[in-house]
């Protein structure tokens, strides 16, 4: 099953209206499921299908999507982004961004216990990690 497969059938099971639009919504984010896009670019990708659309519909049903697990987001420098869930069976991994491509790679490893080792008897709320650089591609063109 392709990630936009397993997003609808969350859609679904979650008793979220799937609309036309909110199809529409999810084809053009499948298309960024190995790089971050800004909300920005969605809203407008979004408002030149939907001219009456307003952004406040557009970002509430983003939201909705990133609160189901459908999506994955960061904010890059001011910009908030957001890209296709990369691994719906461990929607908990962490990231490696090429800073050239921008292409997004899944790390499966979690360092979380390294720390839990260093901070005995604390309640660890959440973290992020995410690595950049170089891909093996785009390191190997320079
Ligand atoms: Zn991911
Ligand atoms: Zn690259
Ligand atoms: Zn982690």
Redesign the pocket.
Known sequence: MTSATIAIEKIKASGMRLTKQRRDLLAYLAAHTDSYVTVTAVDKHMRSRYPGLSHDTIYRNVKAFEQLGILEADVQGEQATVKLQCDFQHP???HFICQNCHRVQELTM???GYFENQLPGATIAG?K?ELYGLCADCAKAQ
Do not use: N, Q, R, S
């Open positions: 908990h991994h962490h979690c360092p979380l973290h990690l």
